[in-house]
């Protein structure tokens, strides 16, 4: 972040006049904490049994949020929108990739997800099983996590280009009954195989999968065996009424996996009341939703948190409209984004900074072609958005007129935690600026002390509990205290990023200070990718960075030494490229992959990470003195440089 700018843009005051975070909201959550959030959760939830305590830390860092009321996170979602008389309001627009659309308005929603719901319990699912759910960004992906969330079912979602192994892998974790899929899925023109994976990853005795349903999406040939049932035979002949069960506040909504530290991603626990609380209220304060007149866009995938969080359940517990869309942005050209928006009159839009920097790459002129005076507000989340392409942001897409909300926040955290407040804030390209009311955060030093100075880097923490923040890991207490409340005592929410304040004491985040890489906004892990490699019968030895990069933020650099015999050629790199593609995902396919004699190891057997990530960005190298052997650098760089 070099290119700090001093640029400001303070806020439109007829924006502010309209703005639904406005700033005594500040001076309400600082003055009472707890109270704040208790009207945050009575404003924007419905509660079947009004809660009487708001926070419950005594057994922290297990936090329990308004945990004596009671309330139904899909009945908050589509049926009191409804019974307000909203029923004929759009809830999605789908825009499928082959140009394919529905317009499902709350009514026809609440429809689907009883019929869905009513299906789930035909196939034996109650309160409280697992359901993991592995589709497209079509409507049934919606539809299924709301009649999970209608039965107190935690959903646990696999996004759409995992492979057949994380499938596995986080079904057994989660001992999920049921699986939701679709035979394919439609990606630029073509039609892709979907539920090949599922079969692989369900099969074998040890499976706890006892059902997979399938929603028929391409209409591509599938095989089909016992466990297997058509979503059209099942669902639809289901009464489109169900009554919702009020469920504890703290009742598990669902669990997602994110990649951590070790190879095993960690399934992270969110339950129903202080989430929903917080999704709501952010969806509503910091992306200035007024559902009865905004179009609103998230182009997530719900695969991830963000598509958790502010595609399904923020803007439908605040009964907005909003647009869903299929497809990638450059098919069938790269101009598909900003038709949709000239489309549908969308005046809010959520995305990643590494989307709008493959926009600027293509040229403003693309844009420029398409009418996006309908946008109001811009909104950023993943990865820190350079001032650059901020700036670019605001320009191209915004028409200098739009705030950016440029959102930091992690699928632990559930909500954005740390963003301007359009409307409210002096708008500052590259920093996501303060803490949102009811949110508190320092920058603390190796040493664990908080400080204030200007452009000392330290790292972020989260000082005070937050209604949205994970429950845990599950089934794995202890991991959630080591990695989240150990590295600077309990009183610290650590949150794995670096951070600084600048002279304006404005929050700058500055990325991952462990082995996490950033591709794209996904998160993933070095020590997930190095077992992949490892897993290759040609590699004896892995080690993966992640090197600064100017689209993907970063991008995956792996060095490898390859097993005695095996063949060192363009071949091998090519195909342990595809290798990790396949054991993972198509997003951690390594950019480049580096074949080496030696790493650079400590003397206690660690990689030096860092020296190797010196290389992958072309730098000087830095301090190897505890390296066990100097002159393997030498080698690596020598190598490196013959490319
Ligand atoms: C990074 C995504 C800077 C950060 C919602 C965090 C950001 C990780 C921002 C969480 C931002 C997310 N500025 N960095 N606005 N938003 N990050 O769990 O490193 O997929 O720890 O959640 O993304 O990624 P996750």
Excluded at 185 to 208: F, N, T, W
């Amino acid at each position: 972040m070099s290119d700090h700018t001093t640029q400001e843009f303070p806020p439109d005051p007829a924006f502010t006049e309209q703005a639904v975070g406005q700033a005594e909201l500040f001076a309400q959550a600082d003055a009472d904490p707890e109270g704040f959030w208790a009207d945050q959760a009575r404003r924007y939830v419905t509660w079947s049994k009004d809660f009487t305590e708001v926070l419950d830390w005594s057994n922290a860092p297990f936090a329990r949020w308004f945990a004596d009321g009671e309330l139904n996170v899909a009945h908050n979602c589509v049926d009191r929108h409804v019974e307000a008389g909203h029923g004929e309001r759009v809830a999605i627009h789908f825009e499928g990739a082959e140009g394919d659309t529905q317009t499902i308005t709350y009514a026809e929603l609440q429809r689907r997800v009883c019929q869905a719901a009513n299906a789930l319990t035909e196939l034996g699912v109650a309160t409280g099983d697992r359901v993991a759910i592995y589709l497209p960004m079509i409507p049934e992906a919606i539809v299924s996590m709301l009649a999970c969330a209608r039965l107190g079912a935690p959903h646990s979602v696999v996004f759409g280009g995992f492979s057949a192994d994380a499938i596995r892998s986080r079904v057994a974790d989660a001992e999920a009954r049921v699986v939701i899929t679709a035979d394919g899925q439609h990606r630029k023109g073509k039609v892709a195989p979907l539920k090949a994976a599922v079969d692989q990853a369900v099969s074998g005795e040890d499976s706890p999968v006892e059902h997979v349903l399938v929603v028929r999406r391409t209409g591509g040939d599938v095989d089909w065996s016992d466990k297997d049932v058509w979503w059209h035979d099942l669902v639809d002949r289901q009464s489109d009424r169900h009554e919702a069960q009020p469920m504890p506040a703290e009742h598990p909504l669902y669990i997602l996996y994110t990649s951590g530290t070790t190879g095993k991603p960690k399934g992270i626990l969110h339950t129903s009341g202080g989430y929903l609380t917080q999704a709501a209220y952010t969806n509503a304060v910091v992306h200035d939703v007024h559902p009865e007149s905004d179009v609103y866009w998230c182009t997530a995938d719900i695969g991830w948190v963000t598509g958790h969080s502010y595609l399904v359940y923020g803007p439908l517990a605040n009964g907005a409209t909003q647009v869903v869309y299929e497809g990638t942005p450059d098919h069938p050209h790269q101009g598909r984004w900003w038709e949709i928006i000239q489309k549908y009159g969308v005046t809010i839009l959520y995305t990643a900074p590494t989307a709008i920097r493959t926009c600027m790459k293509w040229g403003a002129e693309i844009p420029a072609k398409y009418d996006l005076s309908s946008l109001r507000v811009l909104g950023s989340v993943g990865e820190p958005i350079n001032p650059e392409a901020w700036l670019w942001y605001r320009k191209n897409i915004g028409g200098d007129r739009c705030p950016i909300v440029d959102t930091w926040w992690q699928t632990e955290t559930g909500a954005i935690m740390i963003s301007p407040l359009p409307g409210v804030t002096s708008l500052e390209p590259g920093s996501a600026q303060r803490p949102i009311p009811g949110i508190s955060a320092e920058i603390l030093d190796d040493a664990g002390e908080p400080f204030t100075e200007a452009e000392k880097v330290g790292y972020l923490v989260l000082t005070k509990p937050w209604p949205s923040m994970l429950r845990g890991l599950w089934g794995d207490p202890e991991r959630y205290k080591d990695t989240y409340w150990s590295r600077f005592g309990d009183k610290y929410y650590f949150a794995g990023d670096g951070a600084k304040y600048d002279d304006k004491g404005n929050i700058w985040l500055l990325g991952r200070v462990d082995d996490v890489m950033n591709v794209s906004g996904h998160r993933l892990s070095t020590a997930e990718i190095e077992s992949a490699l490892v897993s290759h019968p040609s590699v004896a030895e892995a080690a993966v960075v992640g090197a600064a990069d100017d689209t993907t933020g970063q991008a995956v650099c792996a060095f490898v030494i390859l097993r005695e015999g095996a063949e060192q050629s363009d071949s091998t790199v090519e195909e342990l490229r595809s290798h990790v593609a396949k054991e993972i995902s198509p997003i951690a396919k390594p950019k480049s992959v580096m074949i080496v004699s030696e790493l650079p190891k400590t003397r206690s057997g660690k990689i030096m990470r860092r020296l190797l990530k010196d290389v992958a960005e072309g730098r000087e190298i830095g301090d190897a003195t505890t390296l066990t052997d100097a002159s393997v650098m030498d080698f690596i760089k020598q190598g490196m440089s013959q490319r």
